[in-house]
């Protein structure tokens, strides 16, 4: 599950270097093209550079108010409490670890754990583990957080035996996603190919066990030209997740961009904060897509736990409650800082912005119950065009 970086490809010429390569070996699928595009050593787009904020080419949730870090501390915060058993002690209690997948400059988890600091010291005295591959941003992220313990890992597979409490935000839609696509009732491998511009072409069909793995095999005739999407690095990771927290214990928020099925074509690159074409200078703007949250919470269950949700972000911190606490903060701010900070509210939770197109959901321990933040379990909604990353 490591995120492998590929062969070394110079920066100034992925496309004249993706061109010869698919003419030498032919089409690649469109998640090995992604995973070259964005990671690839010194040249993948979050390899060598920082493209979060305004100076970059999108901007996450934390980079828009530390309030929804804070939130989402709190949230973390109060499940640990409710993941102790009424006969732990402090001594006696297996101590947890913090976990962040794709934590970008460390901004998120710099603000989890300032809250933490101020109402729960065991959090913040735990080891950070961060899920990421990028020399440059573990830079970031180690100028972000100066008093933790981190431990830097490329994958999964070197998780301490403890409880995760933690958090994946904007991470699962930027994992190397593959295409199929119906024609006449087949479905056939979608693949990026250079004729000689890089450009989408068709391949093979695909096999009974892909199709079984793709969720494909028991669904109804789909019309011609309809794309279906698998991300078979997200299900991996979330096994692994799902495994780890159902054996040890914790809770993990995941955040982003998403819906509950793996239909349409929901792949899109950013450049400068607008969209681009998929294949407008690999390596120079982000490429993501909409996470299927069915799909990991298959994952979850198979694995032994429990995936809670997908809900809107924006009924998620409303219940949680970010109003209030953005109230509080604007009551103690001058009229610059009130403006920005109820701006930002509304980025955060207004539908017209990320408040409907981000979905939150919740791996945890199989069990019962629903806490706060997921009363409501929103129906899947359809991909629209990006409005905030």
């Not at 070259?36 to 100076?55: E, N, V």
């Not at 997740?241 to 793996?262: E, P, Q, S, V």
């Not at 953005?326 to 017209?352: F, G, I, N, T």
Request: hydrophobic share 45%; charged share 20%; aromatic share 8%.
């Amino acid at each position: 599950m490591t995120i492998a970086s590929g062969n070394e490809i110079n920066a100034d010429d992925m496309t004249a270097s993706l061109v010869a390569q698919i003419v030498a070996d032919g089409p690649l699928s469109l998640a090995r093209y992604i995973e070259i595009a964005l990671s690839t050593a010194d040249a993948g787009y979050y390899q060598s550079s920082d493209p979060f904020g305004h100076k970059g080419d999108f901007i996450t949730a934390p980079e828009i108010s530390g309030l929804f870090g804070e939130m989402c501390g709190l949230f973390l915060a109060h499940m640990f409490e409710l993941g102790k058993a009424p006969e732990e002690t402090e001594s006696g209690r297996k101590k947890p670890v913090i976990i962040e997948c794709g934590p970008g400059r460390g901004t998120l988890m710099a603000d989890m754990r300032h809250v933490w600091g101020q109402l729960m010291p065991e959090l913040a005295a735990c080891t950070v583990h961060l899920i990421e591959t990028s020399p440059y941003l573990r830079t970031l992220q180690e100028q972000a957080l100066p008093d933790a313990v981190i431990h830097w890992h490329d994958d999964l597979s070197a998780l301490p035996a403890a409880p995760l409490y933690g958090i994946a935000n904007e991470f699962f839609d930027a994992l190397p996603v593959a295409h199929a696509i119906c024609r006449k009732g087949i479905w056939r491998h979608r693949l990026v190919t250079a004729t000689p511009a890089l450009g989408f072409g068709e391949g093979a069909p695909l096999t009974t066990a892909e199709l079984d793995r793709w969720h494909l095999s028991h669904k109804a005739a789909s019309p011609d030209g309809t794309v279906a999407e698998f991300c078979v690095m997200g299900e991996d990771i979330m096994q692994v997740l799902a495994a780890h927290i159902a054996r040890f214990g914790g809770a993990i928020l995941i955040i982003d961009y998403g819906k509950t099925d793996n239909f349409g074509d929901t792949v899109q690159a950013v450049a400068a904060h607008k969209p681009v074409d998929l294949f407008y200078q690999p390596g120079q703007a982000d490429i993501s897509h909409w996470v299927d949250f069915g799909a990991l919470a298959a994952c979850a269950s198979e694995a032994g736990a429990r995936l809670i949700g997908p809900v809107e972000q924006g009924s998620f911190l409303t219940q949680i409650g970010l109003k209030a606490r953005a109230e509080q903060a604007a009551k103690h701010a001058d009229p610059e800082m009130r403006r920005a900070l109820l701006a930002a509210y509304d980025r955060l939770v207004s539908p017209a912005q990320m408040g409907s197109a981000f979905k939150v959901a919740l791996l945890v321990p199989q069990g019962d119950g629903t806490p706060p933040g997921f009363v409501t379990h929103n129906a899947e909604t359809e991909p629209s065009d990006r409005q905030a990353r």
